[in-house]
Nanobody, 124 residues
Framework: QVQLVESGGGLVQAGGSLRLSCAASGRTFSSYAMGWFRQAPGKEREFVAA????????YYQDSVKGRFTISRDNAKNTVYLQMNSLKPEDTAVYYC?????????????????WGQGTQVTVSS
């Protein structure tokens, strides 16, 4: 079992930045690829970014490329999402997810564990 706890969400003006963190329990964090997803009201959960087990490979949704950066610190059992140049359309609940295995994935069903989510609101 892996428990994931997100933090760092909040209210920010357009053009601003936020850094989300996701702390994982357990001793085998490096056995998991990690991902960030988001869900806006009335919309399906969508992929944002993913990172492989050692942090050397990352993958992003096109709309966040160049603005968001995913990273991880296996010594701290934590994955991060640095979000810059935020736009109102980035407003959503952001979830981190863990996928048993070393390779990245972009579909929600490919992930085994989920956090409870953290709200990000970008005002115009």
């Amino acid at each position: 079992q892996v428990q994931l706890v997100e933090s760092g969400g909040g209210l920010v003006q357009a053009g601003g930045s936020l850094r989300l963190s996701c702390a994982a329990s357990g001793r085998t964090f490096s056995s998991y690829a990690m991902g960030w997803f988001r869900q806006a009201p009335g919309k399906e959960r969508e992929f944002v970014a993913a990172i492989n087990w050692n942090g050397r490979n990352t993958y992003y949704q096109d709309s966040v490329k160049g603005r968001f950066t995913i990273s991880r610190d296996n010594a701290k059992n934590t994955v991060y999402l640095q979000m810059n140049s935020l736009k109102p359309e980035d407003t959503a609940v952001y979830y981190c997810a863990a996928r048993l295995g070393t390779t990245m994935a972009s579909r929600p069903y490919e992930y085994n564990y989920w956090g409870q989510g953290t709200q990000v609101t970008v005002s115009s």
